[in-house]
C-alpha cells in the first residue's frame, strides 16, 4: 500500500512495517527523478505503526522550520502537534483496519 500524506511525504507499507518517505529535490526545489523518470523517495525511516510515522513526521515537519523559537515556544508547538495527533489517530488505525 502507498499512503500519500502530501507533496513531499509518503508511506510505504509492507508486511512488517510502514516505511515513511520524503521526496528528493535539487538545489532548486526540483524534484529529482531517475532514468525511467520515476520521482526518487528517501526513505526516513520504517515504523511498526501509524503513530509512530506521524511523530517522526511532526519531528521531521518542525526541524525543518526557518523559524528562531524559544524552547518554552517549541514545547508548546510540540505538544499542540501530539494532541492534534492523537485526536487524529484513532479515526486514522480505524480506517486502516477496513
Not at 510505504?12 to 523518470?37: A, S, W
Request: hydrophobic letters at 35%; aromatic letters at 10%; zero cysteines.
Amino acid at each position: 500500500m502507498l499512503i500519500k500524506i502530501n507533496d513531499d511525504y509518503q508511506v510505504k507499507t509492507d508486511p512488517f512495517n510502514y516505511i515513511l518517505q520524503r521526496v528528493i529535490k535539487d538545489e532548486h526545489g526540483k524534484l529529482t527523478v531517475d532514468k525511467e523518470g520515476n520521482t526518487k523517495w528517501k526513505t526516513l525511516g520504517y515504523f511498526g505503526n501509524m503513530k509512530r510515522v506521524f511523530e517522526a513526521l511532526l519531528e521531521y515537519d518542525m526541524h525543518d522550520s526557518v523559524e528562531e523559537v524559544s524552547i518554552q515556544e517549541y514545547l508548546v508547538m510540540y505538544k499542540k502537534e501530539v494532541n492534534s495527533l492523537d485526536q487524529l489517530l484513532p479515526e486514522i488505525e480505524r480506517k486502516g483496519r477496513e
